[in-house]
C-alpha cells in the first residue's frame, strides 16, 4: 500500500524556537496533505489542508502565522511549528491521499513534539 | 454540526471473547465511513472504507458494518496483538475531502 514518510518521529525543543516538520508521499503524488493535532487519549483534531503550489486552508481557531504550512511539491509537505510553546506540545500526524487509490487516507507515523 | 461518536471509550477482553465497537454518526451526507487502528505513538493504519448502508467488510477477525445512522466493528475471537485504539472517521459530502474524526475505543485483549 501507499506509504507516508514524516520526520522526525519526535522532537524536543526550548521555548521560542521553531521546529519544522516534513511528510513526504513516498511512492504516490499527493496534491493534497492534511496535518492533524493529537493530545493524549483524544482524536485526531485536522488543522489545516495543504495544498500543493498554492495556500494552506486553516480548521477554525489554528493560528496560521504560528503553524506554516509549505506544499512545494506533490511528494512533500512541511509544517513549521514558530516560537513553540509548551503549550503547542503535542503529537503532529500528516496524512495524504492516493488519488488512483480511493478515498482512503494515509498516515504518517506522527512526531511527538516536546517544547521546554 | 457534523459529529461522530464512538462507544464504548475503553473495552477490555479476554482473549477469544468476541464483541462489537459502535460508531454512530450525524452528517449531512455521508461519503464514506472509515475505520482505522492506531497503536500507541504512531500515525493510524487504515482497516475499511465503507460507502452505503448495509455494506460490510472484512479482514481476518475484523468485520464492518454500516447502517444510516451508526457502523460498527465486531471483533471475533480476539487475540492480544489486537489490543489498540481503533477509530472511526466520516468523509462528508461537499467538503474537502477531510476526515472527521471520533474519540476512539482503546480495546485491551487479556491473554
Known amino acids: 500500500g501507499a506509504v507516508v514518510s514524516q520526520h522526525p518521529s519526535w522532537v524536543i525543543c526550548k521555548s521560542g524556537t521553531s521546529v519544522k516538520i516534513e511528510c513526504r508521499s513516498l511512492?504516490?503524488?499527493?496534491?493534497?496533505m492534511f496535518w492533524y493535532r493529537q493530545f493524549p487519549k483524544q482524536s485526531l483534531m485536522l488543522m489545516a489542508t495543504?495544498?500543493?503550489?498554492?495556500?494552506?486552508?486553516?480548521e477554525q481557531g489554528v493560528e496560521k502565522d504560528k503553524f506554516l504550512i509549505n506544499h512545494a511539491s506533490l511528494t512533500l509537505s512541511t509544517l513549521t511549528v514558530t516560537s513553540a510553546h509548551p503549550e503547542d506540545s503535542s503529537f503532529y500526524i500528516c496524512?495524504?491521499?492516493?488519488?488512483?487509490?480511493?478515498?482512503?487516507?494515509?498516515f504518517g507515523s506522527g512526531t511527538q513534539l516536546s517544547v521546554l | 454540526e457534523d459529529q461522530v461518536t464512538q462507544s464504548p471509550e475503553a473495552l477490555r477482553l479476554q482473549e477469544g471473547e468476541s464483541s462489537s465497537l459502535n460508531c454512530s454518526y450525524t452528517?449531512?451526507?455521508?461519503?464514506?465511513l472509515f475505520w482505522y487502528r492506531q497503536d500507541p505513538g504512531k500515525g493510524p493504519e487504515f482497516l475499511f472504507t465503507?460507502?452505503?448502508a448495509g455494506e460490510e467488510k472484512e479482514k481476518e477477525r475484523l468485520k464492518a458494518t454500516l447502517t444510516k445512522k451508526e457502523s460498527f466493528l465486531h471483533i471475533t475471537a480476539p487475540k492480544p496483538e489486537d489490543s489498540a485504539t481503533y477509530l472511526c472517521?466520516?468523509?462528508?459530502?461537499?467538503?474537502?475531502?477531510?476526515?472527521?474524526f471520533g474519540s476512539g475505543t482503546q480495546l485491551t485483549v487479556l491473554p
Open positions: 496524512s495524504a491521499r492516493d488519488e488512483g487509490g480511493g478515498e482512503k487516507l494515509f
Open positions: 511512492d504516490f503524488q499527493a496534491t493534497t
Open positions: 495543504s495544498n500543493e503550489g498554492s495556500k494552506a486552508t486553516y
Open positions: 452528517v449531512s451526507g455521508l461519503r464514506g
Open positions: 465503507l460507502y452505503s
Open positions: 472517521a466520516v468523509q462528508v459530502a461537499g467538503s474537502a475531502r477531510q476526515l472527521t
